[in-house]
Structures are given as C-alpha cells and as structure tokens.
T-cell receptor, first 112, second 115 residues
Framework: DTAVSQTPKYLVTQMGNDKSIKCEQN?????MYWYKQDSKKFLKIMFS???????INETVPNRFSPKSPDKAHLNLHINSLELGDSAVYFC???????????FGPGTRLTVT | AQSVTQLDSHVSVSEGTPVLLRCNYS??????LFWYVQHPNKGLQLLLK??????LVKGINGFEAEFKKSETSFHLTKPSAHMSDAAEYFC?????????????FGTGTRLTVIP
C-alpha cells in the first residue's frame, strides 16, 4: 500500500554513466515532482509535471531529463553523470490544486 | 520572492521537555506554510500546514505551529519531547506567484532528544 515509491533506493555508479530513477504513486494525484537534497540536507525542486506536462523546470543541467509516461509515473534520467550529481533524489506527488506533497523514500545516488 | 529562514540548525532537548523549532518567512503575498519531518534515511512526512484558516495549526504526533503575520513567523512546538521525535525538520513556504505547488524549503533543523 505504498503511496509514493522510488527505485532504486541506492545507486552507485561511475562518472560518465547514464542512469535512471523511477517513481510511481498510487494516490490518484495528477502532479509529480523531483527534488534534489544535497549533502547539507538542503532540498530544491528540480521538475514538476501535471498530467504528463512539464510545469516547473528549475535551472537544472540538460543532462537531467524527466519523463512522465502517465499521471502515476515520473522517471528521472541522468546522462553523463558527474561527481556533483551525488545527492539524495526525492520524488513527490500532489493534487494540482492542493498544497500537500507526499514524498517517496528517496534514492541515494553516489557518483564515483 | 518567497524564502524561509530556520533560525537554528540544531536543537537539543531532554525527553519530556518542550520543543521549539523556529521559522521565519518572507512573502509578498499570503503564504501557505508547512512543516515536514525527515527521520534518518527516510522520506519527508507532512507534520502540519497553514493555509489562511486558523492561525494555530495542530499536526500529527502532538506538534503544533502558530502563524504570526506581524512577526512573519511559523514556529513549531510540542509540549513534551519523545525520543521518536529525533529527526530533521523543514519549514516550507509555497509561492503563489509561481504556483501553489512550488515549495521553498528552509535549510532544516536537526532535533536531538536526550534520554
């Protein structure tokens, strides 16, 4: 009965590789998000999708590409990984008209 | 522009004593404010939210927060700390200008509870 789930939970990879993180929600929400939490615990929004359309796109390198196949899924693909991409990535979801966002457990990405 | 300042990066209290985590915000509009909690190696959980209704907001696990417009504050309190309250707490504001779903997070306050 998990509300927002992410896979994988941990991801260790080398510089230059391409990787994806998957997110799924079963709350019936129509808006999904990706956040990055750095080593100092600071959280910043990266992307937001509503009904499969991009509505928030903060200043993020174009190596990061979100993909939303349907309202319940928002995946994050990262090309040419760099050391600075190491962080915890959180997926979240909400009703578009509401404010409460429900977060997944996070994916800890380590780039070596 | 919206922003949130959490005045303490670390707060330490003894079990059974009151908790106060401070948050100040800046906003040109009527903001929505939230407190989220993050337990070690876990995702974020919503504790409570203020959306221009009652200024004293009650949340889960005995936490509450009071919206004070004159002080631009939204401090989080709990009368008696429990060991399970040890976690990272984030004060969050939404931005009506760019959309209610655009959340801005404070830098977090780590709460330590001493037995």
């Amino acid at each position: 009965d998990t509300a927002v789930s992410q896979t994988p939970k941990y991801l260790v990879t080398q510089m230059g590789n391409d990787k994806s993180i998957k997110c799924e929600q079963n709350l019936g929400h129509d808006t999904m998000y990706w956040y990055k939490q750095d080593s100092k615990k600071f959280l910043k929004i990266m992307f937001s999708y509503n009904n499969k359309e991009l509505i928030i796109n903060e200043t993020v390198p174009n190596r990061f590409s979100p993909k939303s196949p349907d309202k319940a899924h928002l995946n994050l693909h990262i090309n040419s990984l760099e050391l600075g991409d190491s962080a915890v990535y959180f997926c979240a979801s909400s009703h578009f008209s509401g404010h409460e966002q429900y977060f997944g457990p996070g994916t800890r990405l380590t780039v070596t | 522009a919206q922003s949130v300042t959490q005045l303490d990066s670390h707060v330490s209290v003894s079990e059974g004593t009151p908790v106060l985590l401070r948050c100040n915000y800046s906003s040109s509009y009527s903001p929505s404010l939230f407190w989220y909690v993050q337990h070690p190696n876990k995702g974020l959980q919503l504790l409570l939210k203020y959306t221009s209704a009652a200024t004293l907001v009650k949340g889960i696990n005995g936490f509450e927060a009071e919206f004070k417009k004159s002080e631009t504050s939204f401090h989080l309190t709990k009368p008696s700390a429990h060991m399970s309250d040890a976690a990272e707490y984030f004060c969050v504001v939404s931005d009506p200008q760019t959309g209610a779903n655009n959340l801005f997070f404070g830098t977090g306050t780590r709460l330590t509870v001493i037995p």
